[in-house]
């Protein structure tokens, strides 16, 4: 083996020494080119899509909702211009801290600041601004905008704009806002718009934005997307404060239909009214009317009371106002016309007598004496009895059907349901299935939401119920109190509405609605509301003249006599 020089040891280190640094500088060419070839064609969409973000915005223009009318073509729906304040997060200085929690240098306003002097020009506190940002952009993005003040008046508004070098982000807009012209007189009908909720957005994202405000309850919901419209659009090139520096495209919002509705808004004060008067005098703090039109199902008026003023919520409204409507124990906000279901009492009775004649239970001439009580044998005590009261404690007296409905006499009805001695009344299964061809224990279909079917009860209804703790079957008495429109049998106002509506059209039960046409901004009709019948009453014509019969005498000289 040969001896290496010291010179040439020295020449060899070196050598290898130069070998490496070559493989160095190879290397990092190697990983610059990959990551240049990363970021131009692996992630080079991504970041021209971004530059684009920061230097083009489309903005989306909210389509002014449709314009509501009563049947007569008074207005009672419109909208008027309101200013809006929202942020635009991308627009928002950065973070006022560093990613260590020290405080980061600003060329201008922090973000704090923004939110400081935001607030107090909307007297709103920046922290509940600052948490309004951060999940509206933590939901929606950068590039959504998050409302902060609806219904912002002018003065404050024209404040905003002029500081808008101090207030990065912060955008003023002129939009439309609903404006209900009779308040409470019709929120139950007409409803009203707020902003829409997580869950309705995660719903129907391609169609809404999170500072959208949609129908919440009445026509404004059922009605929502005719009212609606579409959204206009515009692309605008913007400066690196955000501030638009050219307009590139635009497309104007298409607004939303109009509702011409069924509702005559005269005879909706004037039933308003009246039902406040009535209270009044019965020393009652609810009520609800719903008047028809018996050839066609049209709600000509319905009233709820009491009832709340839905222009509250045409902006964002308090937490005051709402904590004062929703903790109300009187529930202004419940349509109770439709939403509630009651004994229908002695309106019932029209029911029973329907089914009674034409079931051949009793004819026009026949005679049931009211003595004041129809007392039953205990069934499994014949020392004891139940005792089933007329109203009238000495009772009617001898009485024909005509009769019987004039003065509503219990007794006479007790009979015609349950059966008496050797009177064969109707039984439950009978008087059951008239009630369900009366529309009863069903939804009526009304384009209104929240309706109640109520309740046409059976045996096995009763049979299931927690409060039957000892398994009760269904009993005579219960038949002679769901006769007279007690006990267990449930319904709304507006269908013992639909029931007498039927029996004074001669037999036809229709679908009871709201709205009568709809038609675009223009005044064309695109959808005309024809009456649509549910079904024809397995009851004759003859058999319900003798119902309105004893119905016109209870006005004229009964117990509806004014």
Not at 52 to 67: Q, T
């Amino acid at each position: 083996m040969g001896l290496i020089s010291p010179e040439e040891g020295m020449l060899e280190s070196r050598k290898g020494r130069f070998l490496a640094l070559r493989a160095l500088i190879v290397l990092a060419f190697v990983v610059l080119v990959a990551q240049l070839w990363l970021l131009q064609v692996v992630q080079g969409a991504v970041y021209r899509n971004q530059a684009d973000l920061n230097r083009l915005r489309v903005y989306s223009a909210r389509a002014p909702r449709g314009i509501v009318y009563d049947r007569r073509g008074t207005l009672l729906v419109r909208n008027v211009p309101s200013f809006t304040v929202s942020i635009l997060p991308a627009d928002l200085p950065k973070s006022d801290k560093n990613n260590d929690g020290s405080k980061a240098p600003q060329a201008g306003p922090s973000r704090a600041q923004v939110f400081s002097r935001l607030g107090n020009l909307l007297h709103r506190p920046a922290a509940e601004i600052q948490k309004a940002v951060e999940e509206g952009q933590a939901q929606n993005g950068l590039y959504e905008p998050v409302t902060i003040g609806t219904n912002v008046d002018r003065d404050t508004a024209f404040l905003i704009e002029e500081q808008n070098s101090v207030l990065p982000g912060v955008v003023v807009d002129i939009e439309p806002v609903r404006q209900y012209v009779d308040g409470a007189l019709l929120s139950h009908i007409i409803g009203y718009v707020a902003r829409i909720s997580p869950q309705e957005l995660e719903k129907e994202r391609e169609s809404y934005s999170a500072s959208d405000r949609v129908g919440k309850t009445g026509v404004e919901l059922t009605y929502e997307k005719e009212l609606r419209g579409s959204k206009g659009k515009k692309q605008v090139e913007v400066d690196a404060q955000g501030r638009e520096v050219r307009l590139l495209y635009q497309m104007a919002p298409r607004p939303g239909n109009n509702l011409t509705l069924t509702i005559d808004l005269e005879l909706q004060r004037q039933i308003t009214r009246a039902l406040e008067e009535g209270m009044r005098g019965a020393n009652s703090k609810a009520g609800a009317v719903v008047a028809l039109d018996p050839q066609s199902g049209q709600v000509l008026a319905m009233v709820s009371l009491p009832s709340y003023d839905n222009n509250l919520f045409s902006g964002d409204i308090s937490k005051e106002d709402y904590q004062r409507l929703t903790k109300d124990p009187m529930r202004p906000l419940f349509n109770r016309a439709v939403g509630a279901a009651y004994p229908p009492g002695s309106t019932f009775k029209m029911v029973t007598a329907s089914a009674g004649l034409q079931d051949s239970v009793v004819k026009k001439d026949t005679v049931i004496t009211c003595n004041g009580v129809l007392v039953i044998p205990h069934k499994y005590d014949p020392t004891s009895n139940y005792k089933f009261w007329c109203y009238v404690r000495s009772g009617h007296g001898p009485l024909t059907i005509v009769d019987a409905i004039a003065y509503s006499c219990d007794v006479f009805f007790y009979t015609v349901g349950g059966g008496f001695e050797d009177f064969v009344g109707l039984g439950l299964n009978r008087l059951g299935k008239y009630a369900s061809d009366f529309g009863l224990g069903a939804f009526t279909g009304i384009d209104l939401p929240g309706e109640s079917p109520g309740l046409v009860p059976n045996e096995k209804w009763k049979l299931a119920q927690p409060f039957n703790i000892y398994q009760e079957p269904w009993l005579t008495g219960d038949t002679y109190n769901m006769s007279i429109g007690q006990g267990y049998l449930l319904m709304s106002v507006l269908q013992m509405a639909n029931v007498t509506a039927a029996v004074a059209n001669a037999g036809t039960l229709y679908k009871p609605q709201v709205v009568y046409q709809v038609s675009d901004s223009e005044g064309k009709i695109i959808r005309p509301f024809a009456p649509q019948k549910i079904r024809t009453l397995p009851i004759s014509k003859a058999n319900l003249e003798i119902v309105r019969e004893g119905m016109t005498a209870a006005v004229r000289r009964g117990t509806a006599r004014g």
